[in-house]
């Protein structure tokens, strides 16, 4: 009564159709990605922009797009609420922002030709944007942007909508 294995045949594999390959979804990858990107960027947007650009072709923008601008508004990724993940976490975090930019009219404005840039080179940013400038209006989410002069900065960049 010993039990023989059945011969099995070598040389076949099983085929997966691509419709049932699904990646991941992992924001805080598609996050370390682009804040060390951002981060040696250094100060000017003209690069910040570049970056952005030539990354859009390796990095998920249309699955990430919550967390692209979050990290372009913010900083970093945002909790439901309006607050940072990664307050504590340098490494994690981006000074290239709204929130960390001068409170000046011409800063602003250069943040705001970057996300046009960026619109317009991926499209279907535009209505993530959108989405995302909606979710920085609602009241609850204005006293915690407070602290980082939202309400001088928004008037500035929402007219590239």
Request: glycine content about 6%; proline content about 4%.
């Amino acid at each position: 009564m010993n039990k023989h294995q059945k011969p099995v045949l070598t040389g076949q594999r099983f085929k997966t159709r691509k419709r049932d390959e699904k990646e991941k979804f992992e924001p805080t990858v598609f996050r370390d990605t682009l804040v060390q990107g951002l981060n040696e960027a250094g100060d000017d947007l003209e690069a910040v922009a570049k970056f952005l650009d030539s990354t859009g072709s390796r990095l998920d923008y249309r699955r990430y797009a919550d967390t692209l601008f979050d990290i372009l508004v913010a900083g970093s990724m945002l909790a439901p609420g309006g607050t940072r993940i990664d307050d504590g976490d340098k490494t994690k975090m981006t000074n290239h922002c709204v929130f960390s930019a001068n409170e000046d009219h011409e800063t602003i404005r250069n943040y705001a030709q970057v996300f046009n840039k960026l619109i317009r080179r991926y499209k279907y940013l535009e209505k993530a944007f959108e989405d995302e400038m909606k979710k920085a209006l609602q009241p609850h989410l204005q006293s915690s942007f407070s602290k980082h002069g939202w309400q001088k900065k928004m008037p500035t960049l929402l007219p590239p909508l």
